[in-house]
T-cell receptor
């Protein structure tokens, strides 16, 4: 079965800290995604990657960066955390094969910035 | 840019009532459409998807959705809801390459 694993379910950090959120998938998927989920706003795409060392900005990339050094791992980095980045962060992956492949999601990381 | 509109933010139903959640999208070309569900404390799961062919698609747990191209709609339906259907439901559209554009979600509460 498809498995997307996010390293932490809950995380509390301080303003100004550099924060790393890790995501690993075991399906050999080419595509990986980072979203944030906020009440009333749905899911908004931060960054995605379609190959190792490749990255593309999503709809809300400001204040974030990503790293994809290995195919199975996609990291989201908050360069200098701010309180408005308190949110639920979701990682997803999908196969490149064929069009419109569904995305498979991890359990999410609830991040609080104090 | 692609956009997805879900008409209801909150829906409250009694068990055995019928459900219809609205979803409209803006893109006029070929689309792939999805409904995801997020049960309390769980990850998003795929309910059903439409790529091509029969516009009435059936998913898991008795859900179905109908793609009406002329109305840019992909409404989710279930004839008789259960308490266990309490969850948040998201409509999503494939907006080119492999990215999805999600609606803002509809929270469904089913009272026993």
């Amino acid at each position: 079965d498809v498995k997307v694993t996010q390293s932490s379910r809950y995380l509390v950090k301080r303003t100004g800290e550099k924060v790393f959120l890790e995501c690993v998938q075991d399906m050999d998927h080419e595509n990986m995604f980072w979203y944030r989920q906020d009440p009333g706003l749905g899911l908004r795409l931060i960054y995605f990657s379609y190959d190792v060392k490749m990255k593309e900005k999503g709809d809300i990339p400001e204040g974030y960066s990503v790293s994809r050094e290995k195919k199975e791992r996609f990291s989201l980095i908050l360069e200098s955390a701010s309180t408005n980045q308190t949110s639920m962060y979701l990682c997803a992956s999908s196969s490149l094969t064929g069009s419109g492949q569904p995305q498979h999601f991890g359990d999410g990381t609830r991040l609080s910035i104090l | 840019a692609q956009s997805v509109s879900q008409h209801n933010h909150h829906v409250i139903l009694s068990e055995a009532a019928s459900l219809e959640l609205g979803c409209n999208y803006s893109y006029g070309g070929t689309v792939n459409l999805f409904w995801y569900v997020q049960y309390p404390g769980q990850h998003l799961q795929l309910l059903l998807k439409y790529f091509s062919g029969d516009p009435l698609v059936k998913g898991i747990k008795g859900f179905e959705a109908e793609f009406i191209k002329s109305k840019f709609s992909f409404n989710l339906r279930k004839p008789s809801v259960q308490w266990s259907d309490t969850a948040e439901y998201f409509c999503a559209v494939n907006s080119g390459y492999s990215t999805l554009t999600f609606g803002k979600g509809t929270m469904l509460l089913v009272s026993p």
